[in-house]
T-cell receptor
Framework: KQEVTQIPAALSVPEGENLVLNCSFT??????LQWFRQDPGKGLTSLLL?????REQTSGRLNASLDKSSGRSTLYIAASQPGDSATYLC????????????FGTGTQLKVEL | EAEVAQSPRYKITEKSQAVAFWCDPI?????LYWYRQILGQGPELLVQ????????DSQLPKDRFSAERLKGVDSTLKIQPAELGDSAMYLC????????????FGQGTRLTVV
């Protein structure tokens, strides 16, 4: 079964700290992996998209890496700010999975002053 | 900036009533998804359209849920009759062509069934 897992479920860090969020998936045959941010009661905001042929993508303070062979992706957030507090979700499109996004359960991040 | 539009943002309905949600994807996006997200969980696919055709509705409870995208543009998701367990966030997303392209989500519809 094609599954996506995110650990930990929740994370609390002090402002200014660099942090890493983890995403693992069960099948290395993927089209792409996408990281999203979700604020409470809101929809999903796309942060970064990594194609299967890529190793990493960067946007501002965010850097996402992809290691297909180990079935892992990480989202690195530099110099965290209270405004980064949200739930971060990763989603994978598996090849042979009909082009649907399969989501993890997310990591709820709190950045404290 | 182009975005996926959803309405309503919030809906409260009594069980056994009918309810409908609307989604307008980003212009030119052929693929449209409806996801359901229960609080504290990741979104799960209900139905996926490619243009006006359903390509995946394997997780759609077809006895009470229906979805259509008649002209391959906007889409409607209907629940009839609503049950207490249908309370969730309903999210619509679109992408240019599905596999390999970035998906964009709307703000969602928060449904509460009482």
């Amino acid at each position: 079964k094609q599954e996506v897992t995110q650990i930990p479920a929740a994370l609390s860090v002090p402002e200014g700290e660099n942090l890493v969020l983890n995403c693992s998936f069960t099948d290395s045959a993927i089209y792409n992996l996408q990281w999203f941010r979700q604020d409470p009661g809101k929809g999903l905001t796309s942060l970064l998209l990594i194609q299967s042929s890529q190793r990493e993508q960067t946007s501002g303070r965010l850097n996402a890496s992809l290691d297909k062979s180990s079935g892992r992706s990480t989202l690195y957030i530099a110099a965290s700010q209270p405004g980064d507090s949200a739930t971060y979700l990763c989603a994978v499109i598996f090849t042979g999975g009909g082009n649907k996004l399969t989501f993890g359960t997310g990591t709820q991040l709190k950045v404290e002053l | 900036e182009a975005e996926v539009a959803q309405s309503p943002r919030y809906k409260i309905t009594e069980k056994s009533q009918a309810v409908a949600f609307w989604c307008d994807p980003i212009s030119g996006h052929a693929t449209l998804y409806w996801y359901r997200q229960i609080l504290g969980q990741g979104p799960e696919l209900l139905v996926q359209f490619q243009d006006e055709s359903v390509v995946d509705d394997s997780q759609l409870p077809k006895d009470r849920f229906s979805a259509e995208r008649l002209k391959g543009v906007d889409s409607t998701l209907k629940i009839q009759p609503a049950e207490l367990g249908d309370s969730a966030m309903y999210l619509c997303a679109s992408s240019l062509d599905g596999g390999g392209t970035e998906a964009f989500f709307g703000q969602g519809t928060r449904l509460t069934v009482v």
